[in-house]
């Protein structure tokens, strides 16, 4: 677990990357991002080199995260690995893509990835995102400029898209 400004946020690695990041606690407000005595792993605890790659990974991406919400990193490059079907990873990596502070729809994603009538279906790919914050999720709105729906609650990511605006 990670401390966080939005909250406790849960990591989860293989040792091809990270594949899970999670907020656990809405309620915890932080100033500064933190260790946490506990790190969630996935698969393969029974072989050390595998386990110390995905801590890595973790430690990558706390590092990484602590960058983010101090302002000075406007871009992850922590290596993913989510689980998703071939249109998910395609609407994940197009929202990878997204620049700090760039916001854009459904319809904007749809057409990225050449599927522009399938803009309900990036809607639940969004929604099923795995790696909240990292796969900038927060950054796509409704057509109009509107706060549509996150997993999180829309005050959250109102607080991500303040901090992405304010840098």
Request: with cysteine; proline share 3%; glycine share 8%.
């Amino acid at each position: 677990m990670v401390s966080s400004p939005v909250g406790l946020l849960s990591l989860k690695a293989s040792e091809h990357g990270l594949t899970h990041l999670q907020v656990d606690d809405l309620a915890l407000i932080c100033a500064d991002v933190m260790i946490q005595s506990s790190t969630t792993l996935m698969n393969h605890h029974e072989d050390d080199s595998l386990t110390a790659e995905a801590k890595r990974h973790i430690e990558v991406t706390i590092q990484q995260l602590a960058e983010y919400f101090s302002g000075t990193r406007p871009q992850f490059s922590v290596t993913l690995a989510a689980k998703g079907t071939e249109f998910q990873q395609q609407v994940w990596q197009a929202l990878s893509e997204l620049a700090f502070g760039e916001s854009c729809s459904y319809s904007d994603i749809a057409n990225i990835i050449g599927r522009p009538k399938a803009v309900r279906a990036v809607g639940a790919a969004n929604g099923a995102n795995p790696i909240a914050i990292i796969v900038p999720c927060h950054r796509v709105i409704g057509k109009g400029g509107k706060l549509t729906g996150y997993a999180y609650g829309l005050d959250m990511k109102q607080w991500l898209l303040n901090l992405e605006a304010s840098e």
